[in-house]
């Protein structure tokens, strides 16, 4: 079973840090591509970041400088390095596999002062 399990969210100032974690199982981590995504209420989820088996890494503009996905094979997890955060950054953060339908429970990032 595809399961998803997201950590590292919390409360922090503008222009602080987070660093978000996700642990996956139920199928072969290293052999797919990954994603993180986020929502805000009464907004669509919109990807933030990927990160493809072959190394490559993309990101939505709004979060272009400031954020950096990751990956570990060989823990199964996947990463997301979250600098100079904006107010505008604050939604629930979750990872995805793309190919697939399953969703964790999400973890809340707030940036307020």
């Known amino acids: 079973q595809v399961q998803f399990a997201e950590s590292g969210g919390g409360l922090v100032q503008p222009g602080g840090s987070l660093r978000l974690s996700c642990a996956a199982s139920?199928?072969?981590?290293?052999?797919?591509?990954m994603a993180w995504y986020r929502q805000t209420p009464g907004k669509s989820r919109e990807m933030v970041a990927t990160?493809?088996?072959?190394?490559?890494?993309t990101y939505a503009d709004s979060v272009k400088g400031r954020f950096t996905i990751s990956r570990d094979n060989a823990k199964n997890t996947l990463y997301l390095q979250m600098n100079g955060l904006k107010p505008e950054d604050t939604a629930v953060y979750y990872c995805?596999?793309?190919?697939?339908?399953?969703w964790g429970q999400g973890t809340q990032v707030t940036v307020s002062s």
């Open positions: 995805f596999r793309p190919s697939g339908a399953n």
């Open positions: 139920g199928f072969t981590f290293s052999a797919y591509n």
């Open positions: 990160s493809l088996v072959g190394g490559h890494t």
